[in-house]
C-alpha cells in the first residue's frame, strides 16, 4: 500500500521517533567503545590500588593492565597485583554488561570483542605475545565468565524487568 508506514520495529534507523536498534553497527560500535573505555578506566583504577596495597608504588609504570610477562598468583606480589587486577577488571564488567550493552542476545559478542582488543592492547603495550599459560587460562575464563554471567544479568535487569524495548523485537 502506498503511504503505509512500516511498524515502529520494522523502521529505518535514522527515521524521527525510534530507537536505533541494538543490532546496528553504529549502535553496536558506540556500546563497544564505551564498554572499552569503562573498562580500561577500572582497570587502571584498580592497578593503583593494588599497588598502593601490595606497597609497590615503585613499580608502577602504568603497564600493569596489560602485563602478561610477570602474571600469576603463585610468585611475587607485582604477579599477583597483575593477575588481581584482570580478574577483577571483568567482575567489574559485568555492571557494563548490564548498562552499557542491554541486550543479552549480544553478551557473548561483546565480551569476546573486549577479550581480543584486550589481548591485542597486552601484545601491543608489552612488546610480546603472551606465552604465560596462566594468562591465557584467565584470560579465557574470564571471557566466559562475562559471556555467560553478563547474558544472565541483563535478561534478569532489562528483559525481564520493564524494558523489552522496540530493539529487542523481531
Do not use: K
Not at 114 to 133: D, E, G, K, Q, R
Amino acid at each position: 500500500r502506498e503511504g503505509a508506514h512500516p511498524p515502529p520495529h520494522r523502521a529505518r534507523m535514522g527515521t524521527l521517533g525510534q530507537r536505533p536498534r541494538s543490532t546496528d553497527s553504529a549502535v553496536m560500535l558506540r556500546r563497544l567503545l564505551l564498554l572499552l573505555l569503562l573498562f580500561y578506566a577500572v582497570s587502571y583504577a584498580l592497578s593503583g590500588v593494588l599497588l598502593a596495597a601490595f606497597g609497590l608504588t615503585a613499580h608502577y609504570d602504568g603497564t600493569l593492565p596489560f602485563d602478561h610477562t610477570r602474571f600469576g598468583f603463585g610468585g611475587p606480589s607485582y604477579h599477583l597485583a597483575a593477575w588481581l587486577n584482570l580478574v577483577l577488571s571483568y567482575a567489574l564488567s559485568l555492571l557494563w554488561m548490564v548498562f552499557v550493552v542491554r541486550d543479552a542476545r549480544q553478551a557473548w559478542d561483546y565480551a569476546v570483542s573486549l577479550s581480543i582488543i584486550h589481548w591485542a592492547l597486552s601484545c601491543a603495550v608489552m612488546t610480546s605475545f603472551p606465552v604465560n599459560w596462566v594468562w591465557w587460562v584467565t584470560m579465557l575464563g574470564c571471557t566466559l565468565f562475562l559471556w555467560f554471567i553478563g547474558e544472565i544479568l541483563v535478561h534478569l535487569f532489562i528483559v525481564s524487568g520493564q524494558e523489552i524495548a522496540v530493539d529487542h523485537q523481531e
